[in-house]
Nanobody, 119 residues
Framework: QVQLVESGGGLVQPGGSLRLSCAAS????????MGWYRQAPGKQRELVAT???????NYADSVKGRFTISRDNAKNTVYLQMNSLKPEDTAVYFC?????????????WGQGTQVTVSS
């Protein structure tokens, strides 16, 4: 069974930092691009950052200079280092991955992890 499992969310004060992790498992042959998205209450899900299999990155303007996406291909894991957090970063964060697995190619999503930035 293919799955993505996120961890690392929580409550942090404004200006603080969190590191999210997302590990993929289950019949994986190859992982292409991986990414992080977020959804705040009452808003649509939005792109936060993506990283290609070769390490090229892309960020939403709202997080540039504060967030860093990285991946460990040996561990099938993508990370999101979030610094200088703001209350507007509060959301459920989801990872996704474009993967070739035992049943074919598809885009898979994690279950989400809550990030709350509040004093």
């Amino acid at each position: 069974q293919v799955q993505l499992v996120e961890s690392g969310g929580g409550l942090v004060q404004p200006g603080g930092s969190l590191r999210l992790s997302c590990a993929a498992s289950g019949g994986i042959f190859r992982i292409n691009a991986m990414g992080w998205y977020r959804q705040a209450p009452g808003k649509q899900r939005e792109l936060v950052a993506t990283i290609s299999s070769g390490g090229s990155t892309n960020y939403a303007d709202s997080v540039k200079g504060r967030f860093t996406i990285s991946r460990d291909n040996a561990k099938n894991t993508v990370y999101l280092q979030m610094n200088s957090l703001k209350p507007e970063d509060t959301a459920v964060y989801f990872c996704n991955a474009d993967m070739v697995v035992n049943v074919g190619r598809g885009v898979y999503w994690g279950q989400g992890t809550q990030v709350t930035v509040s004093s």
